[in-house]
């Protein structure tokens, strides 16, 4: 997946899809989108650590078999192996693939996890008269989407609704079609809001900011 970056057209694109939306229900739907969900500085210690130890038996092994290029000391041989250690501490702590192959799919869904409940709360998405708020939580490093819907909804619609939201998104990131997708996820918000009466009413006004929130 492309770096996504979203220019001042499409932010504007995405926040007249919420107000659209929102006009019509008495839903109030937030974007999120993140870089990442957290740093991940584990990957790199643990890479780093392996490196070294590889480091260290292969040194050996070429030490053993009179290969090495050089004059054996303790000072070369640990500049060396703390070079490997480095290089690959940085490879993986500024290359998003290598970090990813190491760190588990599980510890990356809790990541997003807890970042989405963290925006559901700072961007005050419960913060709605009747409850209705939707956070739409896109994190690109791990290529995790959340969709969380406050009580109000919850009530009428299974989380297992938003599925097809979810999926929505991500094919339009696959795609190269990002703005394309979180816009098609907002319209199908909207129409999940009207499927189950979640219209909008004479006194309904917008409680929450339409922008697409990015960081």
């Not at 939306?21 to 870089?35: A, P």
């Not at 957290?38 to 480091?55: F, H, Q, R």
């Not at 896109?138 to 097809?164: C, L």
Request: proline share 1%.
């Amino acid at each position: 997946m492309s770096k996504i970056n979203f220019s001042e057209e499409e932010k504007k694109r995405i926040k007249n899809t919420v107000k659209k939306v929102e006009d019509t229900t008495s839903g109030e739907i937030v974007t999120y989108f993140v870089k990442k969900s957290d740093n991940y500085y584990e990957a790199s210690y643990i890479a780093a650590s392996i490196s070294g130890v590889v480091a260290i038996i292969f040194l050996n092994i070429l030490s053993q078999l009179w290969l090495l290029p050089f004059e054996f000391n303790m000072l070369t041989y640990g500049l060396i192996i703390v070079a490997f250690m480095l290089f690959t501490f940085l490879s993986v702590q500024f290359v998003p693939f290598l970090k990813r192959a190491i760190i588990s799919e599980k510890r990356e869904t809790q990541m997003v996890l807890k970042r989405a409940t963290e925006a559901f709360i700072t961007e005050e998405v419960f913060n709605t008269k009747d409850r209705t708020g939707i956070l739409i939580f896109i994190s690109e490093f791990e290529h995790n989407v959340e969709v969380m819907a406050d009580s109000g909804i919850n009530s009428k619609v299974e989380q297992t609704a938003w599925n097809n939201v979810v999926q929505i998104i991500i094919d339009g990131i696959k795609n190269n079609k990002t703005t394309d997708g979180i816009v098609a996820a907002i319209e199908e918000c909207g129409k999940l809001l009207v499927d189950s009466g979640f219209v909008n009413s004479l006194d309904n006004k917008n409680e929450l900011t339409n922008e697409i929130r990015i960081n």
